[in-house]
């Protein structure tokens, strides 16, 4: 019997967990399942005979060094900055390693080992990074292959809530790491346009977000996610005059958090004490002046009417209270992924959704053509949601191939080849995980 081991049992584990415990009977494999919350790998993996919850320190390094030598694969759903103690031990115990989590350059710096050991480490492996790279290379090679010249590639993700359960002012609810939708595009972005590298600060880009037109949900707004240039290479698209992915959200979402990040909220540099702090007088912080009410000093600074909708989201996520924050010492940040937390969850019967849409021209013939392709996800709770589904199914179907032999790649590997597309993304339209086309 194969053994797999799965580091972190959190909102994205759900549909994995599921996945690999519903084909444990005919692929003859076990998971074992570690997390610091015992109970709560207990909830998703039930009394199943082909699970085994393991409380687990994750810095303790002799208990996770022991559980991957005993395993033959190991997937990893930890926090991004974690991934690497996991990697460094799957190096020295040869053992292959999956992730949803962008390579970053603490991986990097072990690839040529990873090569020489000939093992396998996909990483982007879940949904945004991973459907969108399979999805679009499926795409690009295709029209290569027809003999057509692509000139613009723009590819758009975003994880959102269910029309059905778009009941606050922010249009959002957390559906995965409220620390990453916290810090989203902190480092800025860098993307490609009509020839010119585009680069926008922190500061810019929610107050740089423009809309495109979803079939059936209509205008989204959409912001450039992290480095886009750095794909170009992997997507083997380095000419284009045109290159860029980017975040969907809700327009109100973007205009909301413009307000955020323009009172400083979303800052992480350095920790405040909060015991005695309210959290009006904490959001207030850089209004200098103002003879007002801090709901109207507030809006005064944000140039908008104390009656705006940005004052309305900023007052539901508890700015203007006079409650105590009494967090201890926290940054600015980590203070608004508590409200974000709190303010912004699921409830029980809350439906998120993810939309993907890859927009590509290109020229065959003499014929100029605009390609949509694009894919909707609705989740079923607030535990089943299309986060986890999209994130966890690839790399269940990924975990599948390799202990089945059918792969034969090695080294530090994202999935942009067709010998990973192909397969992952048909047994995908199983579930329900498909795109539709569009030319113009």
């Known amino acids: ?29 076990h998971i074992t ?50 991934h690497i103690l996991v990697a460094k031990d799957c190096l ?27 093992l396998l480490f996909m990483y982007e492996m879940g949904l945004d990074p991973g459907i969108d790279h399979m999805s679009a290379m499926k795409l690009i090679h295709s029209i290569e292959k027809k003999g057509g010249q692509i000139f613009s590639f723009k590819s758009y ?62 205008k989204l707004a959409f912001y450039p996610n992290r480095d886009s240039l750095a794909y170009m290479t992997a997507y083997k698209l380095e000419e284009l005059a045109t290159f860029m992915r980017a975040t969907l959200r809700f327009p109100d979402f973007c205009e909301g958090w413009n307000a955020l990040i323009k009172l400083g909220l979303t800052d992480d540099g350095h920790k405040i004490a909060t015991d005695h702090l309210t959290y009006s007088n904490w959001a207030t912080r850089l209004i200098q002046d103002g003879t007002g009410t801090p709901e109207e ?23 203007l209270q006079t409650e105590v924050i009494n967090l201890g010492e926290q940054t600015n940040a980590g203070i608004l992924q508590f409200l974000v937390e709190h303010k912004l969850k699921m409830e029980a019967t809350d439906k998120d959704m ?7 021209e290109f020229e065959r013939r003499n014929m100029a053509t605009r390609m949509h392709s694009y894919m909707i996800v609705q989740g079923e709770d607030n535990i089943h949601t299309a986060m986890a589904k999209t994130v966890g199914l690839p790399l269940g179907i990924m975990a599948k191939m390799i202990l089945q032999d059918k792969v034969t790649l090695t080294g530090l590997q ?27």
Not at 1 to 29: E, V
Not at 102 to 118: F, M, N, P, T
Not at 354 to 360: K, L, P, R, S
């Open 1 to 29: 019997m194969k053994n797999i081991l799965l580091f972190g049992a959190g909102k994205s584990a759900t549909s994995l967990i599921d996945y690999l415990l519903a084909n444990a009977p005919r692929q003859k494999w």
């Open 33 to 82: 399942v570690a997390d610091h919350d015992l109970s709560l790998i207990k909830s998703k993996t039930g009394k199943s005979y082909y699970a085994t919850p393991t409380a687990l320190d994750i810095k303790d390094s002799a208990a996770r060094q022991t559980l991957i030598r005993e395993t033959d694969l190991v997937i990893s759903l930890l926090p991004a900055s974690l």
């Open 92 to 118: 020295e115990a040869k053992k292959n390693l999956l992730t949803a989590s962008y390579i970053d350059e603490e991986v990097r710096a072990l690839q040529a080992d990873i090569e020489k050991a000939g």
């Open 157 to 218: 993700c975003g994880g959102l809530i269910s029309p059905d359960s778009n009941d606050n002012p922010w249009q959002y609810k957390v559906s995965w790491n409220a620390r990453n939708i916290v810090m989203a595009g902190a480092s800025g972005a860098t993307y490609k346009e009509k020839g010119k590298v585009k680069e926008l600060t922190h500061e810019q880009l929610f107050d740089h977000t423009k809309t495109i037109q979803v079939p059936g949900l209509g």
């Open 297 to 319: 000093n507030m809006a005064q600074f944000l140039g908008v009417s104390s009656k705006s909708k940005v004052i309305r989201q900023l007052k539901f996520l508890g700015l």
């Open 354 to 360: 993810i939309v993907m849409m890859h927009e590509i």
């Open 414 to 440: 994202i999935p942009v080849m067709p010998e990973i597309y192909n397969p992952v993304l048909k047994e995908l339209e199983e579930y329900d995980i498909r795109f539709e086309e569009s030319f113009e």
